[in-house]
């Protein structure tokens, strides 16, 4: 833990939330920022570390500083070992407003993070309400804060939530598991 804290300027204890998307429209960077202010009222030293690079970069730091939130959010840039680094995190949120599976979903579960998403395309399959993260609405900033300072505010259910979320991706999302989802799939064509 001390290479993250060192890494991305995180102090020790302080609550860490991440986003891993692509700075693009549908995944919701923006509903993010517009949700931390009232998150910051019950954790006011909470950091928000945001992976990924694309076109909307510029305008999120624009965002960013309009906001004030300069101290509480970084821009981590592009991470190729996201499994060192998701386990350090104390949260996932995931505001997309159009989504596929949500691979980064896949991989936070893995590694036993709780997550706060919408359910949109695939993101119920990976993230069950109550079970290893929260649901909120796409695009309602009120809910997606209360989630936030929910986990933040529970240790406790944010280990449990990220103990399950680790058996579904295990037990669901193994290669052994896909593999004998897909031998199934080819079973039953046969069969039929």
């Not at 570390?49 to 999120?60: A, D, I, K, M, V």
């Not at 730091?61 to 499994?83: K, P």
């Not at 998701?86 to 997309?96: G, K």
């Amino acid at each position: 833990m001390e290479w993250f804290r060192n890494e991305f300027e995180v102090a020790d204890g302080q609550p860490t939330v991440g986003v891993v998307a692509q700075f693009i429209e549908r995944k919701g960077h923006r509903t993010l920022l517009q949700a931390l202010p009232p998150v910051l009222e019950t954790a006011p030293d909470l950091r928000v570390l945001l992976f990924g690079q694309g076109p909307l970069r510029e305008e999120l730091e624009a965002q960013v500083r309009d906001a004030g939130l300069e101290g509480t959010v970084r821009f981590a840039g592009f991470r190729n070992d996201l499994e060192r680094v998701l386990p350090c995190l104390d949260a996932v949120a995931h505001p997309a407003e159009m989504e596929g599976l949500g691979v980064s979903l896949l991989q936070a579960a893995a590694c036993a993070v709780p997550i706060v998403a919408t359910p949109v395309g695939g993101i119920p399959e990976i993230v069950r309400e109550g079970e290893n993260g929260l649901l909120v609405p796409p695009g309602d900033t009120d809910t997606l804060a209360k989630g936030l300072a929910r986990l933040l505010d529970d240790s406790g259910e944010r280990r449990e939530m990220g103990r399950r979320g680790r058996a579904i991706a295990e037990s669901e999302f193994s290669i052994d598991a896909m593999v004998e989802g897909n031998l199934q799939v080819y079973q039953r064509l046969l069969e039929g």
